[in-house]
């Protein structure tokens, strides 16, 4: 349903929400070993994150990754967008150009349903819900 790029996107952000809610940061390192991800590609993936200013980051010895209290409240939807864009949102089922209301697929209108349940969900959970799952061992990112 996501590309790579996105998947590894929202582990990143959930490990680093659970890593840094007590204020400290997080390295490269770490999150790529932890989320299963080369690390070359997830340090490119979470610079476009900052870019669109959902993860924070702090140089230095002391540096790494971190997440501030508006970026806890960011929604999965907000990181879809952010690295796939909204196609997912918005586009056809079948990857038509010009399926619309007017001239619909022949799955238009049971997808419509489809893409507004996931949005809906996807808009409703929020970064700092999820690492409170992992911290209560309700959820995991990680067979261990």
Do not use: W
Request: proline share 3%; hydrophobic share 35%; with cysteine.
């Amino acid at each position: 349903m996501f590309s790579k790029t996105c998947e590894y996107a929202i582990r990143a952000m959930i490990f680093i929400a659970r890593r840094t809610k007590d204020g400290s940061k997080v390295g490269i390192k770490e999150i790529a070993k932890e989320i299963d991800a080369p690390e070359h590609f997830i340090a490119k993936i979470l610079q476009e994150l900052i870019k669109k200013e959902l993860l924070q980051s702090l140089k230095g010895p002391t540096g790494g990754f971190y997440l501030n209290k508006n970026s806890l409240q960011c929604s999965l939807a907000d990181i879809v967008k952010a690295i796939d864009g909204d196609k997912i949102f918005s586009g056809c089922g079948l990857g038509l150009d010009y399926c619309s209301e007017i001239k619909p697929c022949p799955i238009h209108n049971e997808f419509k349903k489809v893409r507004k349940d996931i949005y809906d969900m996807l808009q409703s959970v929020k970064l700092d819900e999820l690492q409170e799952q992992l911290e209560n061992k309700l959820a995991y990112l990680k067979q261990r």
